[in-house]
């Protein structure tokens, strides 16, 4: 069993920068390729960006690519998003999820464990 739990949101005016972090319990983190979604009210949940467990690729949403950047640190089972630049459209309650799995299986949104989620809100 493993258990997400994010940090790091809050409130940031436009063009601000927040770090969320995911911690994850249990032994077997880096066998598992993580990713951040969000969900704006009213609105779908939305991939954000996804990190390999094999090699440490990383893919992004396009409306991020360039602002935002996940990282991982195995040694500490925790998973970054540095959000750079941000726009009051980034505001989301954001969450992570992993999987025993590649990149492209995580990115598409199914994943063996969610986070809880943390609230990030941009002002204009």
């Known amino acids: 069993q493993v258990q997400l739990v994010e940090s790091g949101g809050g409130l940031v005016q436009a063009g601000g920068s927040l770090r969320l972090s995911c911690a994850a319990s249990?032994?077997?983190?880096?066998?598992?390729?993580m990713g951040w979604f969000r969900q704006a009210p009213g609105k779908e949940r939305e991939f954000v960006a996804a990190?390999?467990?094999?090699?440490?690729?990383?893919y992004y949403v396009a409306s991020v690519k360039g602002r935002f950047t996940i990282s991982r640190d195995n040694a500490k089972n925790t998973v970054y998003l540095q959000m750079n630049s941000l726009k009051p459209e980034d505001t989301a309650v954001y969450y992570c999820?992993?999987?025993?799995?590649?990149?492209?299986?995580?990115?598409?949104?199914?994943?063996?464990?969610w986070g809880q989620g943390t609230q990030v809100t941009v002002s204009s």
């Open positions: 249990g032994r077997t983190f880096s066998s598992y390729s």
């Open positions: 999820a992993g999987v025993r799995s590649t990149i492209v299986v995580v990115a598409s949104g199914v994943a063996d464990y």
């Open positions: 990190i390999s467990w094999s090699d440490g690729n990383t």
